[in-house]
Nanobody
């Protein structure tokens, strides 16, 4: 059973940066497509970014393009989400999720089977 643990969230001022980590145990993360999602209070969960297995493809929500970057470190069995130029509207709980579907990189929740517990990101002055 793949287990995912997110970390790296916190309080940051607008314009600042954070790097979220999604560390895996119980499986080799390079075989999995990984999605990052977020959910703000009172709002539906939305897809932020994804990367296909073996890192062949990545995708971003329009709201974060040019500011967020997804990447893998296979040696650490970890996927990262580098978030720059953060805005108050980026405030949310961020989750990573994994799927074994080959070639997958989508920003909807349904294909992803394994989820982390989330990490809070708060952007405020």
């Amino acid at each position: 059973q793949l287990q995912l643990v997110e970390s790296g969230g916190g309080l940051v001022q607008p314009g600042g940066s954070l790097r979220l980590s999604c560390a895996a145990s119980g499986g080799t993360l390079d075989y999995y497509a990984i999605g990052w999602f977020r959910q703000a209070p009172g709002k539906e969960r939305e897809g932020v970014s994804c990367i296909s297995s073996r890192g062949g493809r990545s995708n971003y929500a329009d709201s974060v393009k040019g500011r967020f970057t997804i990447s893998r470190d296979n040696a650490k069995n970890t996927v990262y989400l580098q978030m720059n130029s953060l805005k108050p509207e980026d405030t949310a709980v961020y989750y990573c999720a994994a799927s074994l579907i080959v070639g997958l990189c989508v920003l909807r929740s349904s294909p992803y089977d394994d989820w982390g517990q989330g990490t809070q990101v708060t952007v405020s002055s």
